[in-house]
């Protein structure tokens, strides 16, 4: 991990260590840069250096972690964690704002951090290029104050949730589909946490992501907006943050609704990781997939995707394609026996897939997705095979 600053100090915010760049006072500097902030009376001089001893963290630099890193350095935040491990194409220019052309092929980290520290070089960036994992997340995530979720997948969301429940963090929800976009402040003040709006996850074919629906790009810079805001509402301790509360945006219409709903009383909270971790599911990288099968594990390979991405690449050896909406109605198609390893574009479609089939209760094998997926598999094992 990457910080930046000129100036640091110890203290504390919600019981954390934070690191951040302000002496006791703030300097002649800070006041001009934070002008607007210190005239307001629910921030003033204190409030600024709330949020400058403050600590969040972003996990994804994409559409939702752009606008959100962005007005989170603008606003003074001393100390923001990046968590990516994506690099940037051009197909993310279209909403993924804090990233620019000459980005491409960059790290995500790498690119935000530059681009807020140009904005901002009044704080601590830390730069952290990997996937949130059941394995990091506790100790990524126990040194911040607050999270704002910028993932687009069901697994990294009851991720940050248990994660956040067990430590006892505030986040904030958000999501994006096509013209809809949704918030929510959960785990704040031990309010209701992600699992009591969401017990579960939904099947593969009700939850596609932005690759597949397509999302207007303007509808993340609102959402990401608005995640700020409640990260930063939090940490000054003003106003009222949407805990219990789920805002949903329709950006057709440009109407704004605010849906309630409360603890779960019935649901056991998270103490483990482990404890939802399914048996029968795991993940493997692209480098050890490779390795295993040159020594003669033969795992049936399953892609996906769909047939215009087949055409425009495959991993060799692939056994079926099957389209991840299709799934649930053709599980007669996959071995019952054995290990069957699920890959797509980028690791997500083939992550809800690995665990819909091992939550059929179908099949005796251990279910792998593939991380990162054909991606992954270009950078790290075949540079021929085309990435998109």
Request: charged content about 25%; proline content about 5%.
């Amino acid at each position: 991990m990457v910080g930046r600053a000129r100036l640091r100090t110890e203290g504390t915010l919600i019981g954390l260590p934070f690191t951040t760049t302000m002496s006791r006072h703030l300097s002649p500097e800070q006041r001009e840069r934070y002008a607007r902030h210190l005239v307001l009376p629910d921030v003033g001089s204190e409030g600024q250096e709330k949020l400058l001893k403050s600590s969040v963290l972003v996990v994804g630099a994409g559409g939702l972690g752009s606008p959100a890193l962005m007005y989170l350095a603008a606003a003074g935040v001393g100390r923001i964690g990046i968590v990516d491990n994506d690099k940037v194409s051009s197909s993310n220019l279209q909403r993924q704002i804090i990233h620019s052309t000459s980005s491409i092929g960059s790290a995500k980290v790498k690119s935000a951090s530059n681009r807020i520290s140009e904005l901002n070089p009044d704080i601590v960036i830390e730069e952290i290029e990997e996937k949130l994992t059941s394995e990091n997340s506790i100790e990524i995530i126990s040194k911040y104050d607050v999270v704002i979720d910028g993932t687009d997948n069901f697994e990294s969301r009851y991720l940050i949730g248990d994660s956040c429940e067990i430590l006892g963090k505030p986040w904030i929800f958000g999501s994006i589909h096509r013209f809809e976009g949704q918030v929510s402040s959960f785990n704040f003040k031990d309010g209701p946490n992600y699992r009591d709006l969401f017990p579960s996850p939904p099947p593969p074919e009700l939850a596609p992501n932005c690759s597949e629906a397509g999302v207007l790009g303007i509808l993340p810079g609102i959402v990401g907006t608005i995640q700020a805001t409640e990260a930063i509402k939090i940490i000054l301790g003003i106003g009222n943050c949407l805990s219990g509360e789920l805002l949903v945006i329709d950006a057709l219409t440009m109407d704004f609704r605010k849906l309630e709903f409360s603890l779960n009383a019935d649901r056991e909270k998270v103490t483990s990781l482990s404890e939802k971790q399914e048996k029968g599911f795991s993940e493997i990288g692209a480098k050890e997939f490779a390795e295993r099968r040159n020594k003669g594990w033969a795992p049936f390979l399953l892609d996906v995707r769909r047939s215009h991405e087949e055409q425009i690449s495959s991993i060799e050896g692939t056994d079926s394609r099957i389209m991840h909406l299709e799934i649930p109605s053709r599980l007669e198609e996959l071995p019952s026996q054995g290990d069957i390893v699920v890959y797509c574009r980028s690791g997500q479609r083939s992550d809800a897939v690995a665990r819909f089939i091992v939550d059929s209760g179908l099949f005796n094998g251990m279910i792998y997705n593939l991380l990162g997926g054909i991606n992954a598999w270009s950078d790290e094992v075949d540079p021929n095979v085309v990435k998109y």
